[in-house]
């Protein structure tokens, strides 16, 4: 009968709409959000270029160690307007050498989310190992954890991170890092993520804190459930929505503060170049040829906009209360 | 009665409370004392153990070597490691001497070692960059805050309006932008480009205020701008959740005007998470605003703090990064007491 058929599609229906997982639910709120996908794209797009770098500049048919003198004119500045843009060049050249800025971008993006992406790896890591296992142990693990958190915080990073550039660098050389910039990679990963993983520690402490009174973790550990099964079934799954958060907002931090390093001066060597030590050189060109102070710029402030509209995007698309929000 | 006098019976309920306080305020204290020993100890260790010479750094580079030993034993690196650290920290509370007989020359309490690059204890020279700093934090400070609850109230108030969708867009470019980038763009526009403003040339206010406002307004504003993007989302979120309680509920019911129950009941509510942050945030710039600094060259606390890194001038990398240190350490500390007094709970722990 049509009529039970129609019962059955309907039931049918209300079962499809019940048995969305949390997850399916989020994705669904993301993908109305029509700003965070816009922007989720555009970070596919940079990492897309920074995976493939050495097609897409064959492809352009640019290089980024390739010295133009042409492109130069007699005091070593880019020989035509808006910093010699043209279409051999189509951002220009780098003032002295006559470097494509294109290219060099492009290379840089690869530097620039290395260093994000790994310092944003180990920062997450860390943090929330220590944050699940002090939150979850309490007592004195939990004090020791605790009190390394607030005499890290105590120190000025910043300060620090620069102070101990040459002397680590050295060391880390000494080890076995191959010389250069090889090794300043390696130091400004391992200090940022020295400093970093604090802050992700502090939150999973907390969320972990709160998470062990509720009633569905109290009947695992009553069933006798051990610590592994706690923390990865029963913790970690709950707590995964503010670690996906942490991370797309913490990396376009780690780009932009890598950037802040290169122009203090603890950046890399060239001719490598990450953006950030682009902007720290195109500084001392800021008269003579603005057009570059301002590229490597604006890139810089598209990705870090762009990872930090996704990262909202998913805190929305993550918060079950976002919905009843819109309503009220 | 086998009670001995002067020992109450029973206390009050409200006397156990202020005992439980007074002990969680020295416990704080001590703690923070802790730390800060701790943070003294680490960081002297840590430049202590750096493969530069500290005596060899006392003179150039044609230095005769007699010199440098006889440096070294001037300003104490010739003891162990331990001694050295226990001179700094006696140094510290009862100042230090340093050498004998004619060619001493003392820094007095609270001594923080001797520069011998810039010829100068180190606490006087943070002595003497400090107020930079200080104004320039105070400055950025007040202008964040305004800026930031102030436009926060607004999106909230307007909330999905066109002026909260606006302020999301430029908070989202706010909080993205690096400071030494803005700082630099700022400086650049104002003063080359557009030449509204004559390249900046810090005046301490005593001397020439009109130097000192034309120093600080650019930093000022690039710092309360960025700064305030932050804010301004907390306020949001704060105010949103503030208009659901119950005590304003409350007031809308007793017929309050919009505009009392906005400021006497939802702002009060809303600001006390954004006064921790704020205390927070405060305190590490009062440590050096080393980008903001370094960007708009004023000889603040941060500019001495790099120029020692470059000059390797270890006395006063240590001393800048421990006041630094104190600063943080402090305002971590303020901020949970007042936590404390005003949620009992935290009190517990």
């Known amino acids: 009968m049509s009529t039970t058929e129609a019962t059955v599609g309907e039931l049918h229906e209300y079962a499809l709409i019940e048995s969305k997982s949390p997850g399916r639910l989020a994705w669904e709120r993301f993908r109305r959000d029509r700003v965070a996908v816009v922007a989720s794209f555009v970070v596919l797009f940079f990492v897309g270029i920074a995976l493939f770098a050495p097609l897409v500049c064959k492809a352009l048919g640019i290089n980024p160690l390739t010295l133009d003198r042409k492109a130069l004119n007699d005091f070593g500045l880019p020989n035509g307007p808006f910093g010699a843009m043209s279409r051999k060049h189509l951002l220009g050249v780098e003032p002295g050498t006559g470097r494509d800025i294109l290219a060099r971008l492009i290379y840089g993006a690869r530097i620039s989310l290395f260093v994000g992406f790994v310092s944003t790896l180990l920062t997450t890591v860390i943090g929330v190992v220590l944050g699940i296992v002090a939150g979850y142990r309490r007592g004195k693990i939990d004090a020791v954890i605790s009190r390394f958190t607030d005499l890290t915080l105590a120190f000025p990073s910043l300060l620090l991170i620069i102070a101990l550039t040459r002397p680590f660098t050295q060391r ?81 931090g780690y780009v932009a503060v890598e950037s802040t390093l290169s122009f203090l001066g603890v950046g890399l060597l060239p001719p490598d170049a990450s953006w950030g030590v682009m ?41 079950p209360k976002s919905d009843r929000q819109q309503l009220g | 009665m086998s009670a001995k006098v002067g020992t109450p019976l029973f206390y009050s309920p409200l006397s156990y409370l202020r005992i439980a306080l007074i002990t969680f305020i020295a416990r704080r ?152 980038y803005v700082g630099l763009l700022v400086l650049f526009s104002v003063v080359i480009w557009l030449q509204w403003l004559p390249f900046p040339h810090y005046a301490s206010p005593s001397e020439n205020l009109h130097d000192f406002l034309t120093a600080m307004i650019l930093p000022w504003i690039t710092l309360a701008v960025l700064s305030a993007a932050s804010y301004t989302r907390i306020t949001r979120n704060g105010v949103l959740e503030a208009m659901n309680e119950d005590f304003v509920r409350f007031g809308v019911a007793k017929g309050l005007k919009n505009r009392t129950v906005i400021r006497k009941y939802v702002l009060r509510a809303a600001l006390i998470p954004i006064v921790t942050i704020a205390g927070l945030d405060f305190a590490a710039l009062l440590g050096g605003a080393i980008v903001t600094e370094s960007v708009f060259s004023l000889p603040g606390m941060g500019r001495l703090a790099i120029r020692s890194v470059t000059d390797s001038d270890l006395p006063v990398l240590v001393g800048t990064t421990l006041v630094a240190a104190v600063f943080i350490v402090m305002a971590n500390t303020i901020v949970d007491i007042i936590y404390g007094i005003l949620d009992p709970r935290v009190r517990l722990k």
């Open chain 1, 172 to 252: 880390l050389e000494s080890l076995g890092v191959p010389e250069g910039n090889p090794a300043r990679l390696t130091y400004i990963i391992l200090v940022l993520s020295l400093f970093g993983w604090v802050y992700v520690a502090r939150i999973v402490r907390g969320q972990t804190l709160a998470l062990r009174e509720r009633e569905f973790v109290e009947a695992a550990r009553a069933s006798g459930a051990g610590h592994w099964h706690m923390v990865f079934k029963e913790l970690l799954p709950n707590i995964w929505a503010p670690i996906i958060v942490i991370v797309s907002l913490s990396l376009p």
């Open chain 2, 29 to 180: 204290l001590l703690f923070a004392l802790v730390l800060l020993a701790a943070v003294s100890l680490f960081t002297y260790l840590l430049f202590a153990l750096l493969p530069t010479d500290p005596a060899a750094l006392t003179c150039g580079k044609n230095c005769k070597p007699e010199l440098i030993e006889a440096n070294r034993v001037r300003l104490g690196y010739d003891k162990p490691i331990h001694e050295q650290y226990f001179q700094f920290v006696k140094g510290i509370f009862t100042g230090r001497t340093y050498g004998t007989g004619d060619i001493a020359f003392t820094c007095p309490a609270p001594s923080l070692g001797y520069s011998f690059n810039q010829h100068e204890c180190v606490s006087s020279l943070i002595g003497k960059t400090f107020p930079v700093t200080a104004f320039l934090s105070l400055g950025a400070f007040i202008l964040w805050m305004l800026l930031g609850v102030g436009t926060g109230t607004l999106a909230a108030l307007h909330r999905g309006k066109w002026q909260d969708r606006l302020t999301s867009v430029i908070t989202s470019i706010g909080v993205s932008l690096p400071t030494f």
């Open chain 1, 279 to 319: 902007l720290g050189d195109s500084v001392k060109y800021y008269r003579a040829d603005p057009t570059y102070l301002f590229v490597p710029g604006v890139a810089l402030i598209v990705l870090v906009l762009a990872f930090n509209v996704m990262g909202d995007g998913i805190r929305d698309a993550l918060d």
